[in-house]
């Protein structure tokens, strides 16, 4: 195809994905588009609730169904928010695949409390900090990643510098 109409074709599909990506419908912000999110749409079909009004017309209809449907499957790129963590995580808590979290010093998941990582999940440790993650004697961490949505440990030095021994990689 002659390069203008590339060019064209690419700003225009840029333009379409920044206006109606797959974000949109990941109604449970868990990094896919899938059936919690159909079932949470699903509820509020036929009322004029706005964030399942995709076309914006006033009403969730058809219209929007189909729209969902076209992200059905889709993943969700991570947004670039990022938690940073220090000291002891003494409540329960769940990483979720949309955000990054950064371990400063050392974190401790504290006796009596769950920390559940979801797939999907990236957990960096600062290398200024010599970061580590630590779980005490009653404390527990469930981390049970997918083939297709791996959970990530690793440094946030730059790729190429993380040569150092027990750090994160
Ligand atoms: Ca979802
Ligand atoms: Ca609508």
């Known amino acids: 195809m002659p390069l203008l109409a590339a060019v064209l074709f690419f700003v225009i599909m840029g333009y379409a994905f ?3 990506g797959p974000e949109r419908v990941d109604f449970n912000a868990d990094g896919t588009v899938g059936f919690g999110d159909f079932v949470l749409f699903a509820g509020r079909f036929e009322s004029n609730h ?3 009004d995709l076309n914006g017309d006033g009403v969730v209809e058809l219209g929007d169904f189909i729209e969902f449907t076209g992200h059905f499957d889709a993943e969700v790129p991570p947004v670039s928010d ?3 963590l220090e000291g002891p995580i003494d409540q329960d808590r769940v990483f979720t695949a949309n955000r990054t979290y950064l371990l400063r010093g050392a974190v401790f998941v504290e006796d009596g409390t ?3 990582v979801m797939p999907g999940t990236t957990i960096q440790g600062e290398s200024a900090s010599t970061a580590r993650l630590a779980i005490s004697q009653g404390g527990l961490l ?5 083939a297709t949505a791996p959970i990530v440990m690793t440094s946030d030095a730059p790729e190429g510098q993380r040569a150092r021994a027990h ?3």
């Open 142 to 146: 469930i981390a049970d990643g997918l």
């Open 167 to 169: 750090q994160f990689r």
């Open 114 to 116: 769950t920390l559940i």
């Open 50 to 52: 706005p964030t399942y």
């Open 82 to 84: 990022l938690e940073i």
């Open 18 to 20: 920044a206006q109606d």
